[in-house]
């Protein structure tokens, strides 16, 4: 059943009824996944054919078909999207669109049936295939039927009348599945400078941004911000509304924060110093020595103008509750974070020789190391030489890397504990932990950090996200 409403505004899917004849499809259950499917894929569709000339889309409607009587109601299967389009000022088609959930030979050949059925002798109908990727011999295959195709990395195949076009892996056309080339591509996205418009924006998600605000928070250029938010709403991470864009929902907002991660180098933000410290040569008091070293280094900090903070399994143990000692590994091990705030910009000092004075620490190998220093990158220019293209636009904050608060150590957070280190002794303490997006980002590809990480996601980062979305 094709739907003959002839409104020029285009079905939008947020509360939808759509009346079928005399029958009523409510957005449900039984079909929302079908919702979701066609409405990404009509974005998809229709970002990548404005990116063809003399095409233009001047109306797009949906087909649906009975499926099933489901506790004495009807269910209907969005089938088809069609696009009605004029081609070079003089010539209306319609695009019958199919979208192929799997690249296997039945599939193809139901594909092919079901489209050339739906138009069967029309001369002014053009059948498409869309996927989020067609490999080149599924492509060939649709082409032997005289049917068109368009995937999601920006492929696109179009051959009836006097229109051809053949179209390669436009990038700027993205789907956030696991494509090597893809994440290749993303990188850039996630750079130290670009990667604070999603530090705040993920730390506020369902808050409306402009760019000219963002820009005054993250301290970067107007411009980067811009092509950061095109970026964004081409791969459907944010939605617009009057110039202000936001993260409309949680799995959206996961989805963003997993691409960082998996993009995500250390190399960029920090160097890892890697020491022996004697303090924890004594394994039978582990959690004693643990807490007097968390007191001493904050005590510490506070006395020389450093700020700190644990990261790593050193800060997700102080913020996760509940996790049996026997699961929990590298605790005879300390990972911060630290860095020099200058009382004046002539002041020049060295955290590390500070560290390794007070501390009595020795330089040892990865493997043997007990205490880990992150030290906060300061070399931004070498992020050029990198291949960080979205580092080009001139900062607004020329030497943000010397100032707190923007990248790492961006909404640190107080965390206070407590712990028996005897019966009838109660030891109550109080440390500097990053923030739970930056320790999600530290864990997710260190070794043994995945499932850390993962707690981290939903026992801390996902309930703070409920409870913003409730109050947005």
């Known amino acids: 059943m094709v739907d003959k409403n002839n409104n020029k505004k285009d079905q939008n899917f947020d509360n939808v ?78 695009f019958v669109l199919l ?67 053949d179209k390669k892996k436009d990038f700027y056309i993205r789907d956030t599945d696991n494509s ?46 811009s092509r950061i938010k095109r970026e964004m709403l081409a791969n459907e991470w944010v939605k617009e509304y009057k110039k202000a864009f936001f993260i409309e929902d949680i799995e959206t907002a996961e989805l963003m924060l997993n691409e960082w991660a998996k993009n995500y180098l250390y190399e960029k933000y920090s160097k890892f110093h890697y020491f022996f410290c004697k303090y924890f040569e004594n394994k039978n008091r582990i959690k004693d020595i643990i807490i007097d070293e968390r007191l001493k280094l904050k005590s510490f900090c506070e006395k020389n103008n450093y ?56 330089k040892v190998s990865p493997s043997k190391a007990n205490f880990i220093v992150l030290e906060e990158s300061k070399n931004t220019e070498n992020l050029k030489k990198e291949g960080d293209d979205y580092e080009e636009e001139t900062s607004l904050d020329e030497d943000y890397t010397d100032k707190l608060g923007k990248d790492v150590f961006y909404k640190i957070q107080t965390v206070k504990n407590e712990f028996k280190n005897e019966p009838g002794s109660l030891i109550k303490y109080e440390t500097k932990v990053v923030s739970d997006i930056q320790l999600y980002l530290d864990l997710h590809k260190f070794k043994g950090g995945a499932k850390i990480a993962q707690r981290i996601l939903e026992e801390r980062i996902k309930p703070d996200w409920i409870k913003k979305e409730k109050n947005s």
């Open 307 to 362: 700020i700190y903070a644990l990261t790593l399994f050193s800060g997700a143990y102080e913020v996760l509750k509940n996790i049996p000692d026997n699961e929990k590994i590298y605790q005879d091990k300390l990972f911060f974070y630290i860095k020099y705030v200058p009382l004046s910009d002539t002041s020049k000092i060295d955290a590390l020789y500070d560290l390794k004075m007070e501390f009595d620490l020795v």
């Open 180 to 225: 090597e080339l893809e994440n290749e591509s993303l990188k850039p996205l996630f750079s130290p400078k670009s990667s604070r418009v999603f530090r705040e924006m993920l730390s506020n998600p369902f808050k409306k941004f402009y760019v000219r605000d963002l820009s005054k928070i993250t301290g970067i250029s107007m411009g980067l911000v």
């Open 17 to 94: 009824k759509v009346q079928l004849n005399n029958v009523t499809l409510n957005k449900n259950e039984d079909n929302d996944k079908y919702f979701k499917l066609i409405e990404k894929m009509q974005k998809k569709v229709k970002l990548a054919i404005s990116k063809i000339p003399f095409i233009e889309i001047k109306r797009s409607y949906f087909s649906f078909s009975f499926n099933e009587v489901r506790e004495a109601k009807e269910v209907f299967e969005i089938n088809f999207l069609i696009l009605e389009v004029l081609i070079s000022t003089n010539l209306f088609f319609k």
């Open 99 to 165: 979208y192929q959930e799997k690249d296997d030979k039945k599939t193809k050949l139901k594909i092919i049936t079901e489209i050339e059925n739906f138009i069967g002798d029309a001369k002014d109908m053009y059948g498409i295939v869309v996927a989020p990727f067609l490999k080149e011999n599924t492509i060939e295959t649709y082409k032997k039927y005289g049917i068109g195709s368009i995937d999601f990395k920006g492929n696109i195949f179009l051959s009836f009348k006097n229109v051809y076009v």
